[in-house]
């Protein structure tokens, strides 16, 4: 049994970089974010800025902000890569 989160997977298929959004076999960002019935929440609410959450069936997170994108926390808009940085997390450790 792999232990990879459904994030992880999806960032495998992307090389796991978080500027790549097509696979070695020329699939889309979206395209393969449609196989994993993900559900997109937004960052104000609506679709009118760059920034979105995908979750996973499973719970794991990646995050896109525009020509990005890492893997994500369930409660914040950050990036793994990025640590965190002017949300509530940012707050409890400073
Ligand atoms: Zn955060």
């Known amino acids: 049994m792999d232990k990879q989160t459904q994030a992880e997977k999806f960032g495998a298929e992307f090389g796991n970089d978080g ?3 097509e ?3 020329g699939r889309g960002f979206a395209e393969v974010l449609g196989l994993y019935c993900v559900t997109l929440e937004w960052i104000d609410g609506d679709n009118t ?3 979105v959450r995908c979750v996973f ?3 794991s997170i990646i995050t896109q902000a525009g020509a ?3 893997l994500g926390y369930t409660d914040c808009f950050c990036w793994e890569g990025n640590g965190h940085s002017g949300c509530q ?3 409890e450790l400073n």
């Open 57 to 59: 069936p499973d719970g």
């Open 68 to 70: 990005g994108w890492d």
């Open 23 to 25: 696979t070695g076999d």
């Open 89 to 91: 997390h940012d707050q």
């Open 49 to 51: 800025r760059d920034t």
């Open 19 to 21: 500027q790549c959004f």
